[in-house]
Each structure stands twice: as C-alpha cells, then as structure tokens.
C-alpha cells in the first residue's frame, strides 16, 4: 500500500545468495537495534564494497516467553565478537537503549572510534538515513541473502511521514513503524539493516578499505 515504507517487490528482486561467499577479512559496517525483554534484538552486516547485506544476528521473543523472558545476552556478544575477528569492521552503529553496558564493552574491546552510539529516536537524522536506504534499494545498489525474516520486516515497515523536506517540492521524510502499535509483526531487521546502511556510506565517505583478508570464516557465516 501507499502508505508501506519500501516496496517489498523490489527488495526481493535484490536478493542474490550467491554472494555470501566473500572472502574473510573484507570491510563491512555493522548495524544493531536492541532490546531486552519485549522485542527482538537483530544484528545486520553490509559488505562495504559491494553493497551486499547479511542477517547476522536475529533474537526475537518467543510467542510463547515466560514474562522474565531476556534476550540471551551472551549470544548476542559472541555475535558481535565473531564478526570482529571475522571481517574488518569499519563501524558498528548501535542504538544502545537497554544495552548500553554492552556498547560500553563493545567500545572497550573494539575501540569507540569503530562502536558508535546511533539514536534512532532523533527524527531528521533517522529519516535521513531510511531515505538514502530505501533509494540504495530503488537504485539497485543494495543487494542482500534473501533471508524471509528479513523481508518481512521491510514488507512490514510504514511510513510516518514528517513536516521536513529536503527542498522544497520534495516527497516529505519519514520514520517507520508498525501498521499499529499492537501489530505482531516486526520491523526491527529493517531498522538494523539502515543502521548498517548509514556505516556502509559514511565508511565511503571516509575512504576507508580494508586491510589484507585473514584466513577464516567467509562473509555472513556464524
């Protein structure tokens, strides 16, 4: 509908399995969006160079979770460690409510030049970011492993339309959301996924590469 945030036609035709092979040591960003007790917690990697993006984390509570149900934290950082020592990591941008004692450490192992805090509550700068996302998707810039958890989180992603326009005639920006606040479906995967997007441009930006590949897992292994 009109109203949907990407088209999620265009993000399936996008999917091309066959690169999840990429060497080891290439540079990637990674995005992450967290929670603890009432939502999933997600964790996406984009292949700097060619765009290529890769479900690496996806912790979502069970239907059926007791109310003291958390995300399993551990796994969550064994995550985030085995892409550090897999692939160069240029940037990780993570919005760190409920997690902030784990970007604390993330800083503190990785450096904090390569975990940086990324609100996603700042409106302009968030619809920024989706607006240059959804366009890298339009353009065929992005490409990702087809993963269904993933797709659905885009097909399941509307728009909230700000009063902001880059220029004047302009489509207005906007944030995504639930079709309603109550909806069981998830939109969490695209979040992160325009996380790791925004690290993936500023990393061109900075002329950034990636060091001589290392000898190990391939891209978007776990």
Known sequence: GGDRAFDLSVWRD??????????PGRLVTLGFDGARRRDSTRLVATDVESGF?????????????????????GEVDLAVE???????VWRLYADPPFWDEWVDSWAGRYGSERVVRWWTNRDKAMAGA???????????????????????????????????RVEDGDEPLFTIRKERPDSPNKIDL?????????????????????????????????
């Not at 993006?53 to 934290?73: F, H, L, T």
């Not at 085995?82 to 160069?88: D, L």
């Not at 490409?143 to 989180?153: N, Q, T």
Request: hydrophobic share 35%; aromatic share 10%.
């Open 14 to 23: 996008l999917s091309h399995p066959e690169l999840s092979d990429n060497e």
């Open 53 to 73: 993006q890769k479900v690496i984390g996806y912790w979502p509570r069970p239907d059926d979770a007791p109310d003291d149900w958390e995300v399993p934290a």
């Open 130 to 164: 989706l607006r240059v996302f959804r366009d890298a998707q339009l353009t065929g810039d992005l490409s990702h492993d087809g993963d269904e958890r993933y797709a659905a989180h885009i097909g399941n992603a509307f728009r909230k339309d700000l009063q902001v």
């Open 190 to 222: 695209a979040m992160a996924g325009c996380l790791s997007w925004e690290a993936r441009g500023d990393a061109i930006a900075a002329g950034a590469t990636a060091p001589k590949p290392k000898k190990s897992k391939t891209f978007g292994s776990r």
């Open 82 to 88: 085995s892409a550090f020592s897999t692939w160069s």
